[in-house]
Each structure stands twice: as structure tokens, then as C-alpha cells.
């Protein structure tokens, strides 16, 4: 195991939640926590170490912006929480302008030439795009979250009614992080055999699973003030990705330089590696998938063109 993870928010829910999934999950050697609340990433840090005598490394250490050099992956989950009226969309207007901070933050800390950026903070889809576009790293560089956790819950939630193993199905949820979401039912599969296979399984069993993920973000919202432990995961699945250069196919979000979705950056179906990007798989899909995705495209531009417009609103 190698490889070095710097969070910055990390001394919030999801930063704190996502170092605990790489400790468990053995994923890189060192792990940095960055938060303007530096006392409490010190206590996250010290916790999370108390625990490595059970799982053994990573090094678990709370940081600043001087320790950013030689990172392979810095996580960004600095960022204010969505209110329970608000649309993820709607947090745009307020964590623009904190995300540009940390973006300049990043960029003077000189993070290295092969350092992979992942970016969590909501709107996610939107900030990617900022960082796309203003880091001045190649896009390869430039990742964001998308769809990876909205796929996550969709195979829980189809396991669970299924009663089978969620880990063994495999399905994809498109388009943007938000309430545009693609759900890619024909992806649907069970141990590489097509899930309509599956005694139980309906069209409209998954129609109704998909609505419960649409809206699996709002609910523990609700319930708990925000979603922190499947993130933590989500992020472990493609910071995994990245420093073992696998090459998995993952929904991540990235800016699309052509095609239909030129200009947009959303989830597709991306295989990623060390590099970061390093390949948009061809999509393959129905007439209604694809329309589904187009309008996701559309909610997406008209927001990128208003950020683009108000830079710091
Ligand atoms: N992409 C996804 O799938 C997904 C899922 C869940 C949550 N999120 C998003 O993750 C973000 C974090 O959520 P949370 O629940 O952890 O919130 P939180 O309030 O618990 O944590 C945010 C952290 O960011 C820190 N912070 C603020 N400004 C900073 C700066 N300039 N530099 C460094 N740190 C800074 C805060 O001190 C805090 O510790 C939110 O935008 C949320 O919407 C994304």
C-alpha cells in the first residue's frame, strides 16, 4: 500500500467519514487532514490514530496547505452543508466562492504535477467545472465524485428488496449529482447476467428503488444533518482507483470536451487510473436513458453559464 491522501475539510462529517473508509479499507499509506477548524481535525486525526494498533497504517495526521506536496489525491470536502429547503443546485451561490478559495489555497501550495484532484464539496457537478477551468491542470487531473454514491444506493436498495447481495450487482445512475439524475436501468446486472433475471425483479421495483436513491441525499439530511459514512466509501472506491491504477469504470463527473455533452461536466462512464481520466466509455443506451441524460446536460448548462456569468456569486 502507498500513496499519499490530503482532505481538505477534513475535520468535517464527510472528510472525517472518508478518512475512516481509507484507514479501514487499507487504501493509501498517509493520510492528511486540512480544515480551517484546525483543533478539530487535530481531534479527528488523534482519533483515527488510535485505531491504527487494530488496522495498521495509513499515518493519520492533521495538516495545513504546506503539507499539499506530494499528495497523489486531495480529497475536497471543505464546504457549507446543504439546508434542508435547499436544492443541491442552490448551494452553488454559497460555496462558489469558499471552493475558489480553496482552489487558489491549492494551487500556491504547488501540489506537483501528477497530484489527481477529487472533488466532493456540493454542487459537485458545478465546482468541478470551476476546477476544470480555473486550476490550470490538465481536466484528465480533475475529478469529481458525480454519481458514484446515487449508484452506490441504488445497488443497496435494489439488493435489499432483491435480498441478494448488493456488492453483486452492478448498474449505473448518470447525468448530474442532483434531482436531474440518469438512472441506466439497462446497465442493471446481477453476477455479470442481466438482473431481469433475478425472481422478483421488476421494472417497476427498479423504478421505485431509483426513486429512493434520487432522494436517499435529502433524507439523511433529515435525519441525521447530512450523509457521511457511504460517502466515505464512495470516495474510498475511486481514490482506490487512482493510486492502483485499475482502470475501473466508475461514474465519476468530469467536463466533457466533445460530443453531445460538450462543455457540461457530469457523470458518465469513466475508467480511472493513476492519471485520472483516462478513458469516456461509449454509452449504450435506450431511447428514454438518453433523453434523461440530455435533460441533465440542459440543467447543468444553464447553471455552468450562470456561474460563469456571476463568478462570484
Ligand atoms: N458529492 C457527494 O456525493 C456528497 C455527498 C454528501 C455530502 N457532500 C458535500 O460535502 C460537503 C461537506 O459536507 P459535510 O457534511 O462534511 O459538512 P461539514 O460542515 O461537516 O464539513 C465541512 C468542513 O469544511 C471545513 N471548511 C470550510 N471552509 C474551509 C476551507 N476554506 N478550508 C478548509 N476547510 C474548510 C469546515 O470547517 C468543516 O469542517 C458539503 O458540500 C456536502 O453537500 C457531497
Not at 495526521?61 to 442552490?90: F, H, M, N, W
Not at 439530511?221 to 469504470?249: P, Q, S, W
Not at 478513458?279 to 440543467?299: G, I, K, Q
Request: aromatic share 4%; charged share 20%.
Amino acid at each position: 500500500m502507498s500513496g499519499k491522501v490530503t482532505i481538505v475539510g477534513g475535520a468535517g462529517r464527510v472528510g472525517s467519514n472518508t478518512a475512516y473508509a481509507l484507514q479501514l479499507g487499507q487504501t493509501c499509506a498517509e493520510i492528511v487532514l486540512v480544515d480551517v477548524a484546525a483543533e478539530a481535525a487535530q481531534g479527528e486525526a488523534l482519533d483515527l490514530t488510535h485505531g491504527s494498533a487494530a488496522v495498521g497504517p495509513p499515518s493519520i495526521k492533521a495538516g495545513s496547505y504546506e503539507d499539499i506536496p506530494g499528495s497523489d489525491v486531495i480529497v475536497v470536502t471543505a464546504g457549507l452543508r446543504r439546508r434542508p429547503d435547499e436544492s443541491r443546485l442552490q448551494l452553488i451561490e454559497r460555496n462558489a466562492a469558499l471552493f475558489r478559495t480553496v482552489i487558489g489555497d491549492l494551487v500556491a501550495a504547488a501540489p506537483g504535477p501528477d497530484t489527481i484532484l477529487l472533488v466532493v464539496t456540493n454542487p459537485v457537478d458545478v465546482l468541478t467545472y470551476l476546477a476544470a477551468t480555473e486550476l490550470g491542470w490538465p481536466p484528465a487531473r480533475t475529478i469529481g465524485l458525480g454519481t458514484v454514491l446515487d449508484t452506490l444506493r441504488f445497488r443497496s436498495l435494489l439488493g435489499q428488496r432483491l435480498e441478494v447481495d448488493p456488492a453483486r450487482i452492478d448498474g449505473l445512475i448518470l447525468g448530474e449529482h442532483g434531482d436531474s439524475m440518469a438512472p441506466v436501468f439497462s446497465s442493471l446486472r446481477y453476477d455479470g447476467d442481466p438482473i431481469t433475471s433475478l425472481p422478483g425483479y421488476s421494472d417497476r421495483l427498479a423504478q421505485e428503488a431509483f426513486a429512493v436513491a434520487r432522494t436517499a441525499g435529502a433524507e439523511c439530511l433529515r435525519l441525521k444533518g447530512g450523509a457521511g459514512y457511504a460517502v466515505g466509501l464512495a470516495v474510498r472506491e475511486v481514490v482506490a482507483a487512482i493510486l492502483n491504477d485499475t482502470g475501473a469504470v466508475l461514474p465519476v463527473s468530469t467536463l466533457h470536451a466533445s460530443g453531445d455533452f460538450q462543455g457540461v461536466t457530469f457523470s458518465l462512464p469513466t475508467r480511472v487510473g493513476r492519471s485520472g481520466v483516462q478513458e469516456v466509455m461509449p454509452l449504450a443506451l435506450s431511447e428514454d436513458e438518453h433523453r434523461a441524460l440530455a435533460h441533465s446536460a440542459e440543467v447543468l448548462r444553464e447553471t455552468i453559464g450562470r456561474l460563469a456569468s456571476e463568478p462570484t456569486a
